[in-house]
């Protein structure tokens, strides 16, 4: 009998988990150390022990600390949250640092995961690109043709931007005062 290799007909972990974990902060596309773990199967504390103790390896531009502001912010965006009563902001991890990860968890699952990552990334990588092709496009057939189509042009470049997060109103009863 022969050993079966496991996952061998698709990938270990869905590619639309991976792509949600994706964020932008700080004009990069990272993913949180808590995202991570998940992802991973391990814990959070796990993870970023073991990162620590290779600290050399994850430069600033591969891994950085969210601010307690941005970590704020971030988890003002999300109704619920993963990361529970946590005591400092998380890590984010960008491409390099992920790519990184691979050679501080070296466990099956880490590699499985590590490859599925980097395709997601690239996916997005080209996702990104075309948007930015069609974005060139579209600003030459603006050139091409006078203000009859400003307002098609306009409509176009609308739906291509992503909208602006909402500001949320706090939840809860508020007293009304009086004077």
Same mark, same amino acid.
């Given at each position: 009998m022969?050993?079966?290799?496991?996952?061998?007909?698709?990938?270990?972990?869905?590619?639309?988990?991976?792509?949600?974990s994706i964020i932008f902060i700080r004009r990069q596309? *990272?993913?949180?150390?808590?995202?991570?773990?998940? @992802?991973?199967d391990v814990e959070t504390k796990i993870l970023v022990?073991?990162?620590k103790r290779n600290i050399d390896r994850f430069p600033e531009d591969f891994m950085f600390q969210l601010t307690r502001q941005e970590f704020v912010d971030l988890r003002s965006q999300f109704v619920t949250s993963s990361w529970g009563g946590r005591r400092y902001p998380p890590y984010a991890f960008t491409e390099q640092g992920i790519a990184m990860l691979s050679s501080v968890l070296r466990s099956k699952r880490a590699?499985?995961?590590? *490859?599925e990552i980097m395709r997601a990334f690239v996916? @997005?990588?080209?996702?990104?690109?075309?948007?930015?092709?069609l974005s060139r496009k579209l600003s030459e057939l603006e050139k091409k043709y006078d203000t009859q189509f400003?307002?098609?042009?306009?409509?176009i470049r609308r739906l291509m931007t992503t909208p602006e997060p909402k500001k949320k109103r706090p939840m809860g009863f508020t007293p009304s005062r009086h004077k």
């Open positions: 022969g050993t079966k290799r496991k996952n061998s007909s698709g990938p270990l972990m869905p590619v639309e988990r991976i792509t949600q596309k *990272i993913i949180l150390d808590a995202d991570l773990a998940i @992802l991973y022990q073991a990162v590699i499985h995961v590590n *490859i996916r @997005l990588r080209r996702m990104l690109a075309s948007h930015e092709d400003k307002v098609v042009f306009d409509a």
